[in-house]
């Protein structure tokens, strides 16, 4: 399930020169970014289950592009 969303205009999908592009699209999900042990193993650090505060980061991984610049 992905909760993040990115949202680009049609502009970035050209390639002209002197301008910016899309390149690519992932999620973040690095390793300190997520749970270590137990039956959550791999998911993300949350912040709260339920009411309870636990420290953790957030309830999703999030989301990035990249973009690049066209010569």
Avoid: C, W
Wanted: glycine share 8%.
């Amino acid at each position: 399930m992905l909760f993040d969303q990115i949202m680009v205009s049609h502009s970035f999908l050209n390639f002209e020169k002197g301008t910016h592009s899309f390149a690519h699209a992932n999620i973040f999900d690095e390793h300190f970014l997520t749970e270590f042990e137990g039956k959550h193993r791999g998911s993300p650090f949350r912040t709260y289950v339920g009411n309870k505060y636990i420290g953790g980061y957030s309830d999703h991984f999030p989301v990035y592009i990249q973009l690049k610049y066209n010569t």
